[in-house]
């Protein structure tokens, strides 16, 4: 009788391997920002597919980009069926970073709401 193929699994640190360093170098990429702002508000273990997540640039780069987040411990990534489900480890980063997240994301949107009214305003 033939055995069901292997399940796909990919690769994460554990959280004692997940690096400050790492974490920043990671969130230093705007689209890469953009994933974690897209996931930040579902719940614990909510998961959401890549394709939800709409990025405008090449499918190769957005691999890449959730490559870079689920290799520096930010994002965990399972396969479900075809799809590639992403969730935010937050509760890991939570642990080892208290508060780097939401100073991160706190940052990110008071950065783009300049970013927002300097383009709103006369010149």
Request: glycine residues 6%; charged residues 25%; hydrophobic residues 40%.
């Amino acid at each position: 009788m033939p055995t069901a193929p292997a399940a796909r699994t990919l690769d994460h640190p554990e959280p004692g391997e997940i690096t400050l360093e790492g974490v920043l170098h990671a969130l230093s990429d705007p689209m890469r920002l953009q994933i974690v702002r897209f996931l930040w508000p579902l719940e614990q273990d909510e998961e959401a597919p890549c394709s939800a997540i709409d990025l405008a640039i090449t499918k190769s780069t957005t691999t890449h980009h959730f490559r870079v987040l689920r290799e520096a411990g930010v994002i965990r990534q399972v396969y479900r069926g075809t799809a590639k489900m992403n969730a935010l480890r937050r509760g890991d980063l939570d642990a080892l970073f208290p508060g780097l997240l939401d100073a991160i994301l706190t940052a990110d949107a008071a950065r783009r709401g300049r970013e927002d009214r300097l383009a709103r305003s006369p010149a």
